[in-house]
């Protein structure tokens, strides 16, 4: 017993003493550690400075019930519990008595408040008790955010997000996600809590150990006024053709800055919501848009000019033993080369691309390459779709690739890089690339600014442009798109009607689907904005053509860009004769100059000028306005001296 009572000594001795730290590390391992404090996530700005996306901060307040003394827990918890019975509503003896319950079961998480603004958090930090902190008061505050869209679903897509899951896989979509990890996640901190009891977890002191550094704030170059008008044109023309889904771009042609960027996709339930950004990520066969390409590579190599007659027979061509059709019944027979593009004949490109190219396909290929079609742009914002130009060689080569490709078909793009074309035509033959981010900013120090990125210094000549340039007005004139033409402002541009999911030719044909686009800018002459609009799968049963689809959506933006901001923002003088105005003021000065104390006529005079002609009479008196307008009727006679403080009733029209 004596030996065995030593071998305890020993052993107490020995993890006392020598294995002491270890244990005790290991202990404190076990119920202290570090956790991740998550930092605020940097906001999302429109180039004008309003809200598109922000981390709202939300807050948990508990209590450790056992963790006050109980003189200090007997003085406080009844006005604890009025306090809660204020601000919850329950009565105060509920929360005085579930509180007390807590503190008999030894509850050291207890809950008070869930997902709470900061406001509320500061009001009840400041309840008996709670304002004693989390030493002598057990107050517990677990901080957690949550990612807010101020302009609701409008543009939720572009804006984007980054989520992660359980297993800390992220998906990151649109700008915020684009820009998450670089820019607007910031720098987490670290808390130490320790456990008790139940895998519950109770922060030690109600500080940070390593506090959290916040992101940056990204500013976009989206326009909120351009983008709700783009989405809620879209949504209404979708709306209308029953259509599966849509997407519009509105970019600045000389920056490549995008102002506007809409993606709706139709629900289970016929509704519209940003379920994918089609106008990034979805390469497709860009149909009759495609045709200004094909022309402009042929004007460049001087194989044609605008002139060159081009027989488009009647409607109907064989190109290698395959059929090429135009949709006007009859054909338009021997029309010119601009005609062809305005008409928007298949036979007329297919014909112009196949006679001059079909030696030498590469030359029409290597234009393409040039004007980096068969790139991807490289944008930001991940997913982007990836383009298919066929070459010779390949294996979706052969010989009706050209003809097919001439109109539209056989290759794909993505919408933006049509756009970025299209915006090059109105830039005077410069391409740049597509833009969405303006800076990168801590409150007021710019941390990042982007500049405009040129793709293409100069996609041809000035010839070729000016005359392509005629071209696509011309379209909107007296082309497929003069159901657009207004005569209030211009616009220029190019209409598109595509087949898809036409694999199976029978299956097609017994439900035909189609893709409406429209690419273009506006004024025609002076080209501020350029605009894509493309819609999927529109309704059959109400129309498909580009021209009645999408060319309204492109007509309604435009329009309305147009009267809310005027193209013209020069005045060449303020100073202008108003006889109307004149005789207005000379009245308002006679009357100012002869009415002291006595009512002046005010019937017949603007209502701002009356309001301001009683205001200044030497006797104080109250004016109530009805209506807005002219004045048709005072409560007080005209000469009647007014008494001090005396309300005086206006009536106006």
């Not at 008999?104 to 603004?117: C, E, T, V």
């Not at 609701?152 to 980054?162: F, M, N, Q, T, W």
């Not at 996640?185 to 500080?207: E, S, T």
């Not at 909107?476 to 159901?483: A, D, E, H, P, S």
Request: aromatic share 10%; with cysteine; hydrophobic share 35%.
């Amino acid at each position: 017993m004596f030996v065995f009572a030593l071998a305890v000594v020993f052993k107490l001795c020995s993890i006392q003493f020598i294995q002491g730290d270890a244990y005790r590390a290991l202990a404190e391992k076990r119920t202290v550690q570090d956790f991740d404090i998550e930092p605020n996530r940097g906001n999302v700005y429109s180039a004008d400075g309003s809200l598109l996306a922000t981390s709202i901060p939300k807050y948990d307040i508990r209590i450790d019930a056992i963790q006050a003394k109980d003189a200090v827990f007997n003085e406080h918890i009844s006005v604890l519990a009025d306090s809660l019975s204020v601000y919850k509503g329950k009565s105060a003896s509920y929360y005085k008595n579930v509180i007390r319950k807590a503190r008999n079961n030894k509850n050291r998480y207890f809950l008070l408040a869930r997902n709470i603004s900061y406001s509320d958090y500061i009001r009840m930090r400041n309840f008996p008790l709670l304002n004693l902190g989390a030493i002598k008061g057990g107050l517990i505050v677990e901080q957690t955010t949550r990612r807010e869209h101020p302009m609701g679903e409008i543009a939720a897509r572009s804006i984007g997000y980054e989520r992660f899951d359980k297993d800390s896989n992220v998906t990151r979509a649109g700008i915020d996600g684009a820009f998450g990890e670089k820019y607007l996640r910031g720098v987490k901190g670290k808390r130490l809590k320790q456990k008790i009891g139940n895998g519950q977890w109770k922060p030690i002191a109600d500080y940070d150990q390593v506090e959290p550094q916040d992101g940056f704030d990204v500013y976009t170059t989206i326009d909120v006024n351009i983008q709700d008008i783009a989405h809620h044109s879209l949504l209404g023309q979708l709306e209308k053709y029953e259509a599966e889904h849509g997407c519009v771009v509105v970019m600045d042609v000389k920056t490549g800055e995008i102002k506007a960027i809409a993606n709706l996709a139709k629900t289970s339930k016929g509704t519209y919501y940003e379920k994918r950004n089609y106008a990034v990520y979805e390469s497709h066969e860009p149909g009759s848009t495609f045709k200004v390409m094909a022309m402009m590579a042929a004007l460049e190599d001087k194989v044609i000019d605008t002139s060159t007659v081009i027989d488009t027979k009647n409607g109907k061509k064989y190109f290698y033993g395959r059929t090429i059709s135009d949709s006007h019944h009859g054909g338009y027979g021997k029309i010119s080369a601009a005609r062809t593009l305005e008409v928007s004949s298949n036979i007329g490109l297919a014909t112009i691309i196949d006679d001059h190219y079909s030696k030498n396909p590469n030359k029409f290929i290597n234009h393409i390459k040039t004007w980096k079609l068969n790139d991807s742009l490289d944008i930001p914002i991940l997913g982007e779709g990836i383009p298919n130009i066929p070459e010779p060689g390949k294996s979706n080569w052969s010989k009706n690739a050209l003809p097919s490709m001439a109109y539209g078909y056989n290759l794909t793009i993505t919408p933006l890089q049509t756009l970025a074309f299209y915006n090059a035509i109105a830039n005077n033959g410069e391409m740049i690339k597509p833009r969405f981010i303006k800076s990168v900013k801590s409150f007021d120090k710019e941390i990042e600014v982007f500049e405009k990125e040129v793709l293409v210094d100069k996609i041809c000549s000035d010839k070729t442009l000016s005359e392509i340039r005629d071209i696509l007005k011309n379209i909107v004139i007296r082309g497929t798109g003069k159901r657009m033409y207004s005569e209030t402002f211009s616009m220029a541009g190019k209409t598109g009607t595509a087949r898809t999911d036409y694999a199976n030719y029978e299956e097609w044909r017994k439900d035909k689907k189609y893709i409406s686009s429209f690419a273009g800018y506006f004024p025609a002459d002076n080209p501020k904005y350029s605009c894509i609009v493309i819609i999927h799968k529109p309704s059959t049963k109400v129309g498909y053509y580009g021209a009645d689809v999408t060319g309204p959506v492109f007509k309604r933006i435009a329009q309305k860009i147009y009267t809310d901001t005027p193209i013209i923002e020069e005045l060449k003088t303020l100073e202008f004769n108003n006889g109307i105005v004149n005789q207005d003021f000379e009245n308002y000065y006679e009357n100012a100059r002869k009415y002291k104390q006595l009512m002046p006529g005010v019937v017949g005079m603007p209502a701002m000028d009356a309001i301001a002609l009683l205001e200044n009479l030497q006797v104080k008196v109250k004016v109530k306005l009805n209506g807005s307008g002219t004045i048709k009727k005072q409560s007080v006679e005209r000469h009647k001296k007014l008494k001090p403080n005396q309300t005086i009733i206006l009536e106006a029209s």
